[in-house]
């Protein structure tokens, strides 16, 4: 078995361990109807993998060997963004006739997810720019 696997399954169950905790934290903080666990993981998600995208791209600041990029944006990235767990949710809604939170959580994933991976990825090349290393 290729190496790239086992590194790419430890990242995803560390990433998978994260999202539950983190989705679990915000239900019992806010114990709101609408997924709001979901929301923070899948921009949070995003942003990271923004981030290490462009640390790790071949220009950019931190050499990482393929390993590294699969076990960080394929393993954990992979295992703590959610969008199956999205859809499911914003189906639920919908089977629950709840439109409003349905419509709210599609936008707001994908226009802030978006955005964070933008902001992430600019971090990146931002720290890549900076002089030092």
Same mark, same amino acid.
């Given at each position: 078995? %290729?190496?790239?696997?086992?590194?790419?399954?430890?990242?995803?169950?560390?990433? /998978?361990v994260?999202? @539950?905790?983190? %989705?679990?934290?915000?239900?019992? =903080?806010?114990? &709101? /109807?609408?997924?709001?666990?979901?929301?923070?993981?899948?921009?949070?998600? &995003? @942003?990271?993998?923004?981030?290490?995208?462009?640390?790790?791209?071949?220009?950019? =600041?931190?050499?990482? &060997?393929? /390993?590294? =990029?699969?076990?960080?944006?394929?393993? !954990?990235?992979?295992?703590?963004?959610? @969008?199956? /767990? @999205? &859809?499911?949710?914003?189906?639920?809604?919908?089977?629950?006739?709840?439109w409003f939170?349905?419509?709210? %959580? !599609?936008?707001?994933?994908?226009?802030?997810?978006?955005?964070?991976?933008?902001?992430?990825?600019?971090l990146?090349?931002?720290?890549?720019?900076?002089?030092? %290393?």
């Amino acid at each position: 078995m %290729n190496i790239a696997y086992l590194w790419v399954a430890l990242g995803g169950a560390l990433g /998978s361990v994260l999202r @539950f905790w983190v %989705n679990e934290l915000v239900l019992q =903080r806010t114990g &709101s /109807s609408f997924p709001l666990g979901i929301l923070i993981i899948n921009v949070t998600g &995003s @942003f990271l993998i923004g981030v290490f995208a462009a640390f790790t791209d071949p220009d950019g =600041r931190i050499l990482a &060997s393929p /390993s590294v =990029r699969q076990f960080l944006m394929i393993g !954990i990235c992979g295992g703590y963004t959610t @969008f199956s /767990s @999205f &859809s499911l949710e914003t189906l639920k809604r919908m089977q629950d006739g709840d439109w409003f939170y349905a419509g709210a %959580n !599609i936008v707001l994933s994908v226009v802030l997810c978006l955005v964070a991976v933008w902001l992430g990825y600019l971090l990146g090349t931002m720290f890549n720019s900076m002089k030092g %290393n």
